[in-house]
């Protein structure tokens, strides 16, 4: 027994959630209330997101909104499908390569925003899978804007540590009054937000895309001289996808497809599925050197080949064959730290093709928020939303409330790389939402990668993170624990965490870092040793340091009992029913 509060076989400080009939986890708590009363109220999964995705945006202000973009994984029971609708906007028409060039990216400020196209996704997927009326699903938002909410001690210190916020005019009326950031227990108010909120609520994706918001964002950030115009907006559309997949140990792991990063979690499985983790050790120096190294094969190929699919080819299908991991794991030296270099995946695409040239990549805290979902008839919902960095671009677009994204950071500026800046493209993103059945999965999904496509086997798991480029990394290693040692949700959420940056492959500007194995200090001083003598330069972290917040539910395949935990890094909350 772990010498921990709720801890089973490993360490937990806080209790598996358990509930039958629903299950959110959520990185605010009002947020995930509000999507429990949905539920509650016969919503299903799909309402209960959109209810949860609008009180975040209110109460984590910091992490998303409608002035970002994200993607919904849906798996609906009745159908034995799941669906991603990508709601990632594009740069600008106006975004100019050589200007950008010229000046550099701004982290912050106006010529920092792409095109908000998350919206647009709750829209479609309230159209496509919900029950009840958007002014039912934004009643817990608008109450939250208009009335006001107290603020937790991790967004009150966002707040203080964000001097744009604080000083533009039209975020500090909202964000910092008179100058001052609001104290934990202060109680902000988002009156312009929600008189937003209602007016989507009555016009729908027009009001914001056409109409009266869409005039006031635009005339705000052609003022300020930003780009975004009325085509844009117009133009800006979510699309449904199908997930790309792979299995690992009995289990069939779903992800979204390019533009998203989903691609690395899978080509990290497939590489460390080749190595017995149960005994090389659960935390051993012996695993997470094996599985710093297989991540960092599998960065170094999304350096190389992953971009917006509208305009470049990406060999997905080679990137996350098993033959290719086969291939790549060679590489893998268990004594010694490796800089690899990509591989040609093209040759298992069953195409041709090759790479461009390959950058460098800086270490960048993304501010996206993850939350997870399952109702009563067995649905489920995944989502990431964001709007880049910690509160965006910093700057309130007029009097709509919306905190616009900082999404432009994420471009890469030489025209040799794949993934450079073009107006009209998405750029490449880390949101990666995640879903693991035990056996094939869906049968509707047809193969998976390596599957035998005729059963279908239950869900299992529904998982995800916020933290840019850790997201892939956290998730390989949650994933894991469940299923290599047998953690509870909460203690996988709970254990120690590490996380590697390796140039050239980090999301953003300016496209410089250290090759570092971050660590929280919680790992012992035998493994820290360990991993320095295989190479490994080291930056310890705080004991619960890492960046993410993992929220998770587990479906209990005997009971259909729903676990569920959330990360305490951050203000996650877990709410059963």
């Given at each position: ?17 358990m ?5 959110v986890?959520a ?15 016969g ?12 009180a ?17 994984m ?7 499908k ?6 990632t906007?594009a ?32 829209l479609?997927?309230?159209e496509?899978?919900?029950t009840?009326?958007l ?8 109450d939250?804007?208009e009335?006001?909410f ?19 005019p039209?975020?500090q009326?909202i ?11 202060e ?9 937003t909120f ?6 729908g994706?027009?009001?914001?895309y056409?109409g ?12 300020q ?11 800006c ?5 199908e997930p ?28 460390v ?5 149960q005994?090389?050790?659960?935390s ?15 960065f ?11 305009h470049?080819?990406?060999?997905t ?8 991991a086969?291939e ?43 939350f997870?979902i ?6 489920a ?8 960095s ?12 919306i ?48 599957g ?5 086997g ?19 290693q949650?994933i ?23 140039s050239?492959?980090e ?14 200090s919680?790992?012992g001083?035998?493994v ?9 330069q ?28 959330a990360?305490?890094?951050?203000d ?5 029913w």
């Amino acid at each position: 027994m772990a010498q921990s509060p709720h801890g089973v076989n490993f360490e937990s400080n806080r209790p598996v959630v358990m509930g039958r009939n629903g299950m959110v986890c959520a990185g605010q708590p009002l947020a995930a209330q509000a999507g429990m009363t949905i539920l509650q109220k016969g919503g299903n999964a799909v309402d209960a997101a959109i209810a949860t995705a609008a009180a975040l945006n209110v109460v984590e202000p910091n992490m998303s909104g409608i002035g970002g973009d994200g993607y919904i994984m849906i798996y609906s029971k009745a159908q034995n499908k799941i669906d991603i609708c990508n709601a990632t906007g594009a740069a600008p028409y106006a975004a100019d390569l050589a200007r950008y060039q010229a000046d550099g990216i701004p982290q912050k400020g106006v010529l920092s925003v792409s095109v908000p196209g998350l919206l647009d996704g709750w829209l479609a997927a309230h159209e496509k899978y919900a029950t009840l009326k958007l002014s039912e699903l934004f009643s817990a938002a608008i109450d939250l804007a208009e009335n006001g909410f107290p603020v937790s001690h991790v967004l009150s210190k966002v707040i203080a540590s964000d001097s744009l916020v604080q000083e533009f005019p039209t975020s500090q009326a909202i964000f910092a009054p008179g100058g001052k950031p609001p104290a934990p227990g202060e109680v902000l108010y988002q009156k312009d937000l929600a008189k937003t909120f209602h007016a989507i609520a009555d016009g729908g994706r027009d009001v914001f895309y056409q109409g009266e918001i869409a005039e006031t964002m635009v005339k705000f950030c052609q003022e300020q001289g930003g780009l975004l115009s009325m085509t844009d907006l117009a133009d800006c559309r979510s699309r449904w996808e199908e997930p790309i997949s792979t299995t690992y140990k009995g289990h069939t792991v779903y992800e979204a497809p390019p533009n998203s990063s989903g691609h690395v979690l899978l080509q990290e499985l497939n590489m460390v599925e080749q190595f017995d983790l149960q005994s090389l050790g659960c935390s051993t120096a012996e695993s997470i050197h094996m599985m710093v190294e297989a991540k960092k094969l599998a960065f170094i190929d999304r350096e190389a080949y992953m971009a917006d699919p509208d305009h470049t080819d990406v060999p997905t299908l080679g990137l996350i064959s098993k033959e290719y991991a086969r291939e790549r794991v060679k590489l893998i030296d268990p004594d010694r730290a490796a800089d690899p270099t990509h591989g040609d995946p093209w040759a298992f695409q069953g195409g041709s093709g090759g790479a461009g040239r390959v950058t460098a990549g800086a270490v960048q805290e993304e501010d996206t928020t993850c939350f997870v979902i399952v109702d009563r008839w067995g649905n489920a919902v995944c989502q990431l939303q964001s709007i880049q960095s910690s509160l965006g671009s910093s700057i309130v677009a007029g009097n709509t409330g919306i905190l616009l994204n900082n999404r432009m950071t994420y471009w890469h500026l030489d025209p040799a790389h794949v993934d450079c800046l073009q107006p009209g493209k998405r750029v490449r993103h880390t949101m990666n939402p995640v879903m693991v059945f035990k056996g094939d999965g869906p049968a509707s999904l047809g193969k998976p990668e390596v599957g035998k496509s005729s059963g279908n086997g239950g869900l299992m798991l529904v998982c995800g993170t916020p933290g840019a480029d850790t997201q892939v990394q956290t998730n390989m290693q949650v994933i894991t624990h469940l299923i290599d040692f047998g953690m509870t949700v909460a203690e996988a959420v709970e254990a120690p965490r590490w996380r590697n940056s390796h140039s050239p492959t980090e999301s953003n500007v300016p496209h410089v870092c250290d090759n570092l194995l971050y660590m929280e200090s919680r790992f012992g001083t035998d493994v820290r040793q360990a991993l320095e003598s295989r190479g490994h330069q080291l930056n310890m972290m705080p004991d619960w340091g890492a960046q993410g917040s993992e929220m998770m539910i587990q479906v209990d395949p005997e009971s259909g009992t729903l676990h569920g935990a959330a990360d305490p890094r951050r203000d996650g909350y877990a709410i059963g029913w």
